[in-house]
């Protein structure tokens, strides 16, 4: 497992540095052939034929150079490399090669990244180069067969690649859009909670400032503390976004996001806005994966938003539930209930079901069990939860 793995790491660090660097991979590509352009004038040739000579090595060596070029011109390339090889082999009498190896190369490099009209200008070309090759060279049916096959093998090859790069493009285009609406749907839960907290104490302030100025002093304290943990959950958010490049002299945050240990903490704050906050909790949250923590907060944190902007609630009751093989925790509220449905049915509701499903789970959400009040029902199984995370 490990060797594989470091095998896997190893594969994946070569796909970068040659992602980042294309020509020298089309430079290792034009050594790679031209030592396979080599092997036959190493070898003796048959007695009654001249030794291999540096003038027909040289024109060899000239059909391979074209291939540096192959991804930024691969038409180009296609040409120079059968008119090089042309004049290899109507001016010298160079060894012959086993394989048509930079004819291979262009073949493949025009299927993998050419435009289609390019590939149809390639393909016509092929169709009359092809044969003409072979007539020049042994006038063989079989050898004719046999480089029909191998250069539509090349092709096919070709193609092949072109698909599953493009697939790994969409399937990378993909993923950063559901990073991005992740991103966007914390953001929209820390902001809406913090400011819907807030602006329920601002406007608490200024009567309690007449009535009692202990309260008034509190409110203000409930503020900047609420401000203050937007602040610190946003840094960490807008620090995922970076690159690292911060990581090396250690400003990167680094703080985790809030799970069930911070749960506490919210009620806390929301019963400063004096929401009356009621907190329930049965087994044992501690073997709890992250990933399923931080959506449990986030759920609560989103309900207990809507409460306080919507529900004109006194009381809440918060109570989380850790069985053995999934989480459900709910929020209950006893404000106007179903008269507060349509306003609830913005962007929190549909964020809460969606990090429920993420993770294998589903949301109920609806008046409360007598009728009155709102409630919020989650449940997350723990093993979908783990392997989320």
Do not use: C
């Not at 503390?225 to 976004?241: E, F, K, N, S």
């Amino acid at each position: 497992m490990g060797i594989r793995g470091k095998l896997r790491g190893g594969w994946g660090r070569g796909r970068v540095l040659t992602a980042a660097h294309p020509l020298l991979v089309d430079i290792g590509v034009a050594l790679l052939v031209q030592g396979a352009m080599t092997m036959p004038f190493l070898l003796p040739r048959a007695p009654g034929l001249p030794p291999a000579s540096w003038a027909a090595y040289g024109l060899s060596t000239l059909t391979v150079v074209p291939l540096v070029w192959r991804r930024r011109a691969p038409l180009a390339v296609l040409f120079a490399v059968l008119a090089a090889s042309l004049l290899y082999r109507l001016t010298v009498d160079g060894p012959g090669q086993p394989l048509p190896y930079t004819g291979l190369v262009v073949t493949y490099s025009i299927a993998a990244l050419a435009a289609p009209p390019r590939r149809l200008i390639a393909g016509l070309v092929l169709v009359v180069a092809v044969p003409v090759g072979v007539w020049l060279n042994t006038r063989s049916a079989r050898e004719l067969t046999f480089s029909v096959f191998v250069f539509a093998a090349a092709y096919v090859f070709g193609r092949l690649t072109d698909a599953r790069q493009r697939a790994h493009r969409v399937e990378a285009e993909q993923a950063a859009a559901r990073e991005r609406a992740r991103i966007a749907r914390e953001m929209h839960d820390i902001l809406s909670h913090a400011v819907s907290l807030m602006i329920v104490q601002a406007e608490a302030g200024p009567v309690a400032v007449r009535a009692a100025p202990e309260r008034a002093e509190a409110a203000f304290d409930a503020i900047s503390a609420t401000g203050r943990d937007a602040m610190v959950q946003l840094r960490h958010m807008l620090g995922l976004l970076r690159d690292g490049a911060d990581e090396a002299d250690g400003t990167a945050p680094r703080e985790p996001q809030p799970g069930l240990a911070a749960l506490p903490g919210l009620l806390d704050r929301v019963r400063g806005s004096g929401l009356d906050v009621v907190y329930r909790t049965a087994g044992d949250a501690g073997p709890v994966a992250d990933g399923i923590g931080v959506t449990v907060h986030r759920v609560v944190q989103e309900a207990l938003t809507n409460v306080v902007r919507h529900a004109d609630a006194q009381t809440v009751t918060v109570e989380l539930i850790v069985g053995e093989t999934e989480v459900e925790v709910t929020v209950t509220d006893d404000g106007r209930g179903a008269q507060a449905v349509s306003r609830r049915g913005g962007h929190g509701l549909v964020g809460i079901r969606e990090r429920a499903a993420a993770h294998g789970g589903g949301a109920v959400a609806g008046p409360g069990a007598d009728g009155r009040g709102f409630e919020v029902r989650v449940r997350i199984p723990l093993a979908a939860a783990e392997v989320q995370t």
